[in-house]
């Protein structure tokens, strides 16, 4: 069983960075994937950033150029970097990973873009 805790949302003004941190509570070296997820009021969840290890770094077409999925595996921390934050980007934002054949998600943490 994996736990995830998310922290670091917060109301920001338009053009606004945010770090978002996911603290794992195990080895963060035995996940295949890690991804950052997000989801609106009134919209489904979507997918933003994914390290699939040893493959490949990708991101969602609205957010490639501005956000910086990364981790660091002494702190059992995965990161989510946004920079030049838009309205469009208020979300409850989640981290997933995958360990062997199952899926793990945090309980999320509210990123509010607004003037």
């Known amino acids: 069983q994996v736990q995830l805790v998310e922290s670091g949302g917060g109301l920001v003004q338009p053009g606004a960075s945010l770090r978002l941190s996911c603290l794992a509570s195990?080895?963060?070296?035995?996940?295949?994937?890690m991804a950052w997820y997000r989801q609106a009021p009134g919209k489904q969840r979507e997918w933003v950033a994914l390290i699939t290890v040893g493959v490949s770094i990708t991101y969602a077409d609205s957010v490639k150029g501005r956000f910086t999925i990364s981790r660091d595996p002494a702190k059992n921390t995965i990161y989510l970097q946004m920079n030049s934050l838009k309205p469009e980007d208020s979300a409850v934002y989640y981290c997933k990973v995958r360990l062997r054949s199952s899926d793990y998600w945090g309980q999320g943490t509210q990123v509010t873009v607004s003037s």
């Open positions: 195990g080895s963060i070296s035995s996940f295949s994937a």
